[in-house]
């Protein structure tokens, strides 16, 4: 099993070129608020920054569709991950004004997933599981019961991938793989030294332990 790495929360060019360096598959930037927020200008500039290997993705809360497919366009990434506790209809609808891929994220509350996940598993081409925390949509820190959630995702799933995101580092995403066997890690703070600064070191023993939990 091959194993992707996304660095999101990506505010600085030079992290973005570490990533690409690093062989990541995938880099984001956020839109959605918080200390990471960048315009579609900044974004365009620090993922275009990667070259053209890793697929850029853009992080987005409750802006409306057309909104976000402008801000998508403007930015030039290729994939629309909806954060805001998105619903099939709200994928269908991003479907209509982008060309790109939409990943959609399913927070959790400790096990339990959202009882609308089984329909982003339908309708979303990624579901990207990240914690329920009050006042963020993401990039907080705390990580998932992975062992309870990977009973819950077991008739869920399908064919449809799995993208886990929340609390993960260099420390603890190993076991993360182990349990739950995602398609993709999602990391922000945990190889930060601050709110969208990366770490260079920490990004680097990311990307070296999750090729280490390959089996």
Known sequence: MVVRVKFCGLTRAEDARVAAALGASFVGAVFAGGPRQLSPRQAHDVLGAAGTLPERVGVFGSASAD????????????IVQMHDDPRAADVRAIRERFGGRVWAAARTSGSLLPEWAEELFRAADAVLLDARVSGGLGGTGVTLEWRALAR????????????????????????????????????????????????????????????????
């Open 67 to 78: 909104a976000i497919a402008r801000m998508a366009r403007e930015s030039a990434v290729t």
């Open 152 to 215: 819950s995702l077991e008739d869920l799933r399908g064919d449809t991938p799995v993208v886990l995101a929340g609390g993960l580092r260099p420390e603890n995403v190993a076991e993360a793989i182990r349990l739950l066997a995602p398609d993709v890690v999602d990391v922000s703070s945990g190889v930060e030294t601050a709110p969208g600064v990366k770490d260079h070191a920490r990004m680097r023993a990311f990307v070296e332990a999750v090729r280490s939990a390959a089996p």
